[in-house]
Every structure is written in structure tokens, then in C-alpha cells.
């Protein structure tokens, strides 16, 4: 079981994925306590119904060969049963997570946002697939460097802005792209484009 927020199909709107289409699974619990989270209502996972995992894959498969399971945290909830269940139903699991808790699950895909409030465990940052800093001020591009010091060589890097920034850090983002060009943008394409 697990405490279920919100499943819906809708484009990937963020990071290397960005445009593909796949099925969203949001899972309630967070206490990493960002400021300027954009989905507070997922914190508190008293407030979201625990939900069978054999239901939610289930749901998910009429819809797309891709989940992507985000939070809230997920990984503060054990991810290997509902993983193995979706890869042996042939679907490609990704994950979103800041990696403040111990990785569970079998991922195709692992998307790390490592926030300064609550530090990734050390464990995930060789597994990660792809590392996704959030750009909200000017001290954010040295942690971003910190962190990338510390992932697999292979690891994709993106900067992304913090959205109710990105007008002011989007530019020194794109000159901090151009000097350092090891990092790409990412872009919450989806609030763009008015999808969820
Ligand atoms: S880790 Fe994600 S869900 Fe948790 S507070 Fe930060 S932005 Fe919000």
C-alpha cells in the first residue's frame, strides 16, 4: 500500500525526458521541507489514501509503457514491490527523488534533485541517472558543482530554475550553461504548456 496523491497520464516536463509522454504515479510524504515547493499538499501523507500498489500499476498500464513515480519523496516508501510489478509488466520505471532516503526499487531511470535541507544519502549518487539542481539564487550554481563532483561520470546534469525565479535566473543560468557546457537547461515545460 501506499499513500497515493494523484496518477495521471501527461507529457514528461522537465529534465532529459522532457516531451515524452508517460504516466505520473504521485506519492504522498515529504519532510525535506524545500521552501518553494510547488506541492506542499503532498507532505503530509496522512492526507492521501493508502492505495494497493497491484491497483495502481494496473491503472497505469492502459495508459503507457513509462511511469514515472515523484513525490512528495517516494523513496520514503519501500519502491520494490510496485517496481518489479511494473517492469514485469514490461513498463519503464523512472523515479524523481531527492535521495534523502534509502534507495529501494529497480529503476530504468533515476532522476536526483538533491536539495541543501536534506542532503542525499551518499549511496545514490553512483546510481543516478541523471542529476537535476533547482536554480532559485546565485549560491545554487556552487552546490549544483558540489554535487555533481559527487555522481557517475555518465550522469546527465541539468540546471533547472526555480520557477518563481525564473525570470531573474533563467539568464544566468543560460550564461552559466555556455561557460560550463557540461550542464544543459531544464525547463518546467509542463507549466508552460498548461498540463499537469
Ligand atoms: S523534496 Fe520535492 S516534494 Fe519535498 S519539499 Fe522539496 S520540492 Fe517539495
Redesign the pocket.
Known amino acids: 500500500m501506499l499513500p497515493l496523491m494523484e496518477e495521471f497520464y501527461t507529457i514528461q516536463g522537465e529534465g532529459f525526458h522532457t516531451g515524452t509522454a508517460a504516466y505520473f504515479i504521485r506519492i504522498g510524504g515529504?519532510?525535506?521541507?524545500?521552501h518553494?515547493?510547488?506541492?506542499?499538499e503532498?507532505?503530509n501523507a496522512d492526507l492521501h489514501p493508502p492505495t494497493s500498489s497491484d491497483l495502481i500499476v494496473e491503472n497505469a498500464r492502459k495508459y503507457s509503457k513509462t511511469v514515472v513515480i515523484?513525490?512528495?519523496?517516494p523513496l520514503m516508501w519501500d519502491m520494490d514491490y510496485i517496481t518489479k510489478n511494473l517492469q514485469n509488466k514490461n513498463i519503464r520505471t523512472h523515479i524523481?527523488?531527492?535521495g534523502?532516503y534509502k534507495l529501494s526499487g529497480i529503476w530504468d531511470w533515476i532522476c536526483l534533485?538533491p536539495?541543501k535541507?536534506?542532503l542525499p544519502l551518499q549511496e545514490i549518487y553512483q546510481e543516478a541517472n541523471e542529476l537535476k539542481i533547482?536554480i532559485y539564487n546565485k549560491n545554487d550554481f556552487k552546490f549544483a558543482e558540489e554535487q555533481a563532483s559527487k555522481v557517475n561520470e555518465k550522469c546527465e546534469l541539468f540546471l533547472q530554475p526555480e520557477w518563481s525565479h525564473r525570470e531573474k535566473m533563467t539568464p544566468q543560468i543560460v550564461d552559466y550553461v555556455m561557460k560550463h557546457p557540461k550542464w544543459k537547461i531544464s525547463l518546467q515545460t509542463h507549466k508552460y504548456l498548461n498540463i499537469p
Do not use: L, N, R, Y
Open positions: 515529504c519532510d525535506v521541507g524545500c518553494w515547493c510547488d506541492v506542499k503532498s507532505w515523484t513525490g512528495g519523496e524523481e527523488t531527492s534523502a534533485s536539495k535541507t536534506k533547482i
